[in-house]
Nanobody, 124 residues
Framework: QVQLVESTGGLVQAGGSLRLSCAAS????????MGWFRQAPGKEREFVAA????????YYADSVKGRFTISRDKAKNTAYLQMNSLKPEDTAIYYCAARRIIGISRTEYDYDYWGQGTQVTVSS
């Protein structure tokens, strides 16, 4: 079993930055893929970014490309989402997720484990 614990989000002004972390425990992740998703009020959960744990390959949604950066620290079993140039439309609950196989996926149903979610609010 895998446990994912996200850091606390927060309230930030438009144009500001915030970094989320996702600490993973319970298994080794050499063959895993980690992803970040978000869900805004009244909307479906959507893909944000993903990273392959071993190679560090990354993939981003068009809406965050160039503003967000996903990374991982293998020694700490922790994934990060650095969010810069935040916009009010980035306001959502952010979830980290782990997929048990190598392979970037934008589909939430491909992920096996989920964090509890953390609120990010961007004010205009």
């Amino acid at each position: 079993q895998v446990q994912l614990v996200e850091s606390t989000g927060g309230l930030v002004q438009a144009g500001g930055s915030l970094r989320l972390s996702c600490a993973a425990s319970g298994r080794t992740f050499s063959s895993y893929t980690m992803g970040w998703f978000r869900q805004a009020p009244g909307k479906e959960r959507e893909f944000v970014a993903a990273i392959s744990w071993s190679a560090g390959s990354t993939y981003y949604a068009d809406s965050v490309k160039g503003r967000f950066t996903i990374s991982r620290d293998k020694a700490k079993n922790t994934a990060y989402l650095q969010m810069n140039s935040l916009k009010p439309e980035d306001t959502a609950i952010y979830y980290c997720a782990a997929r048990r196989i190598i392979g970037i996926s934008r589909t939430e149903y491909d992920y096996d484990y989920w964090g509890q979610g953390t609120q990010v609010t961007v004010s205009s």
